[in-house]
């Protein structure tokens, strides 16, 4: 009877470990791109994989022909909303879009939790982009104008009973749409150190009409 090739059992063991580091190097790329649960909407914004719409300052002004009613930015406008983040509320942001399609903004907030208390500060700058469709599950809406940009953002933790402090810099995404009546709506991004991000949703106060300016 053949003896077992010792060579032949060690060459299996070592494809099986290879086998299995791709597959958490799969994983852990997934979590890069779609967040810690690995989920997928198809609709969600995803800033980090379309950097490519962010310009630099020698490709602008930005071309706004007004296409299908697209929103046109003619004056510097500015745009002013609260951030959220599931429902609690996470301080002010302020965008500025210049005629040739130049933004830039900054977000500031401070909460706390019971044994902590945290002191967010942002700053971004980016571009609008009239070639992006507005799209969700109910339909395009094509007269929304998008921008999306891209800065740091400085978190500073303090412990309430040692007044320690923790500071920690990371990047920010701030996105948005903006409609007709110049209100707007989008989403922040704060990346963190191990590859995801912590989501948070922001608006104008001025309220949004039902159905606005959706061509399907």
Do not use: H
Not at 21 to 42: E, K, N, R
């Amino acid at each position: 009877m053949r003896k077992p090739d010792a060579k032949n059992g060690y060459v299996l063991l070592v494809l099986l470990i290879g086998i299995v580091i791709l597959a958490m190097l799969y994983m852990i790329d997934l979590t890069a791109m779609f967040g810690p649960t690995g989920s997928i909407d198809i609709y969600a914004e995803r800033p980090w994989l379309e950097e490519k719409r962010l310009l630099a300052e020698k490709d602008l002004p930005v071309k706004q022909a007004g296409k299908k009613g697209k929103v046109v930015i003619k004056d510097k406008t500015i745009i002013a909303g609260d951030v959220q983040r599931k429902d609690e509320d996470r301080g002010g942001i302020e965008i500025t879009i210049d005629p040739n399609g130049r933004a830039c903004g900054q977000w500031n907030c401070a909460y706390q939790y019971p044994d902590s208390d945290y002191v967010i500060e942002a700053k971004f700058a980016g571009n609008i982009d009239p070639t992006k469709i507005y799209e969700d599950k109910t339909g395009k809406n094509k007269q929304l104008l998008y921008f999306i940009t891209k800065g740091k953002y400085q978190q500073v933790k303090t412990d309430k009973a040692t007044k320690n402090r923790w500071p920690s810099e990371e990047i920010i995404y701030v996105v948005g749409w903006i409609r007709k009546d110049f209100s707007a709506k989008g989403k922040l991004f704060l990346m963190t150190a191990d590859g995801g991000n912590a989501e948070y949703d922001w608006q104008t106060n001025q309220s949004e009409p039902e159905n606005a300016d959706r061509n399907k």
